[in-house]
């Protein structure tokens, strides 16, 4: 058998390496650049929406069914 102190020292030598490791800081920073980008992109769709909406509204409203 293994002695408990070693595997507890591992388990704690194995979390320090993840603390230390900054690839999940980068991680974590793309998911807040792609997360801001979605939100402009949702604001955008939105607004742009909007416009296009009324635009063929008016169009619609000046368009004289046949006779």
Do not use: H, R
Request: glycine share 8%; charged share 15%.
């Amino acid at each position: 058998m293994t002695d408990p102190s070693v595997k507890e020292l591992s388990v704690t030598t194995a979390f320090l390496g993840m603390l230390k490791d900054d690839e999940g800081a980068t991680l974590v920073e793309y998911g807040l650049v792609v997360s801001l980008i979605a939100v402009a992109a949702i604001i955008a769709i939105g607004t742009l929406g909007n416009k296009v909406s009324d635009t063929f509204n008016a169009i619609a409203g000046k368009i004289q069914p046949p006779s």
